[in-house]
């Protein structure tokens, strides 16, 4: 059974740091695209990033462009989100999902991913 697992998620005041990690198990990870979304309380789930299996293609909201930085690692089964300069409205739940085969049009539907991790916190202060 395939799994993702989120991790490095926390406190942090504005203008700080965080990188998540998302660990893949069960499934073979090179074949799939990862996607970072995030959902803050009372809102939509929002994707925030997205990277092609080889991850030689990467894709941001527009807001995280320049200060988020989507990465991964095949070896490890990982897929990094660097996030910088965080502000408070970055506060939510953020969540990795893996998809084989989607496509660019796509990249950016929750509905169109197959395997999500179970989250986690981020929460920027101001």
């Known amino acids: 059974q395939a799994t993702l697992v989120e991790s490095g998620g926390g406190t942090v005041q504005a203008g700080g740091s965080l990188r998540l990690s998302c660990v893949a198990s069960?499934?073979?990870?090179?074949?799939?695209?990862v996607a970072w979304f995030r959902q803050a309380p009372g809102k939509e789930r929002e994707f925030v990033a997205h990277?092609?299996?080889?991850?030689?293609?990467?894709y941001y909201l527009d807001s995280g462009k320049g200060r988020f930085t989507i990465s991964r690692d095949n070896a490890k089964n990982t897929v990094y989100l660097q996030m910088n300069s965080l502000q408070p409205e970055d506060t939510a739940v953020y969540y990795c999902?893996?998809?084989?085969?989607?496509?660019?049009?796509?990249?950016?539907?929750?509905?169109?991913?197959?395997?999500w991790g179970q989250g986690t916190q981020v929460t920027v202060s101001s």
């Open positions: 069960g499934l073979t990870f090179s074949r799939y695209a």
């Open positions: 990277i092609r299996s080889s991850g030689g293609h990467t």
């Open positions: 999902a893996a998809k084989t085969g989607i496509i660019l049009s796509a990249i950016r539907d929750p509905t169109q991913y197959t395997y």
